[in-house]
T-cell receptor, first 117, second 113 residues
Framework: GAVVSQHPSRVICKSGTSVKIECRSL??????MFWYRQFPKQSLMLMAT?????????EQGVEKDKFLINHASLTLSTLTVTSAHPEDSSFYIC?????????????FGPGTRLTVL | SQQGEEDPQALSIQEGENATMNCSYK?????LQWYRQNSGRGLVHLIL?????REKHSGRLRVTLDTSKKSSSLLITASRAADTASYFC?????????????FGQGTTLQVKP
């Protein structure tokens, strides 16, 4: 199956700093990528839909100025958590698909564990 | 917002037994998918069932879909300790042109050796 990687897998940062998370589709082109956040023992919450070459579409309640998403190429999307605070500590997961989303599978990255001190 | 609810929230069984998890959703869907997540890891796609399908099999997995009741079930037969994980259903909205997935709350399965 298609492979999606994320980097870094873990990051610890101080409150107030910014953190960038990369999501790459390794063996396919992902026109659309999705970013999710997962708190401990909870389900995945969709944060935003990232389309290559255009602005991301954010879900209700997600601050676009805090969670900056860039999808500059068909194989790379980045999520930058700006001015991170302890409440931003979470597991961030991206996914991408090969197109034809109404029937296709999304392939998920392994996730990035963010801890804000 | 979360589309679906899953039950049970937690399930503990002995190796060799079958495990059944249920998922309910609220709106019309294009398809429903089941994923597995091992603790602290990413998601693994298990099976996709389309809205015009009623049952699908993959190895030891059997998924059913009842669109009239807006519900789905995942059956894992002859469970193994390695099946211990969280299982999530996720739906693609019927009118979605983005493939956006809405996840259920998940069922945590523990298979005791």
């Amino acid at each position: 199956g298609a492979v999606v990687s994320q980097h870094p897998s873990r990051v610890i940062c101080k409150s107030g700093t910014s953190v960038k998370i990369e999501c790459r589709s390794l063996d396919f082109q992902a026109t659309t990528m999705f970013w999710y956040r997962q708190f401990p023992k909870q389900s995945l919450m969709l944060m935003a839909t990232s389309n290559e070459g255009s602005k991301a579409t954010y879900e209700q309640g997600v601050e676009k100025d805090k969670f900056l998403i860039n999808h500059a190429s068909l194989t790379l999307s980045t999520l930058t958590v700006t001015s991170a605070h302890p409440e931003d500590s979470s597991f961030y997961i991206c996914s991408g698909g090969q197109g034809g989303f109404s029937t296709d599978t999304q392939y998920f990255g392994p996730g990035t564990r963010l801890t804000v001190l | 917002s979360q589309q679906g609810e899953e039950d049970p929230q937690a399930l503990s069984i002995q190796e060799g037994e079958n495990a059944t998890m249920n998922c309910s959703y609220k709106t019309s869907i294009n398809n429903l998918q089941w994923y597995r997540q091992n603790s602290g890891r990413g998601l693994v796609h298990l099976i996709l069932i389309r809205s015009n399908e009623r049952e699908k099999h993959s190895g030891r997995l059997r998924v059913t879909l009842d669109t009239s009741k807006k519900s789905s079930s995942l059956l894992i037969t002859a469970s193994r300790a390695a099946d211990t994980a969280s299982y999530f259903c996720a739906t693609v909205h019927g009118s979605s042109n983005t493939g956006k997935l809405i996840f259920g709350q998940g069922t945590t399965l523990q298979v005791k050796p």
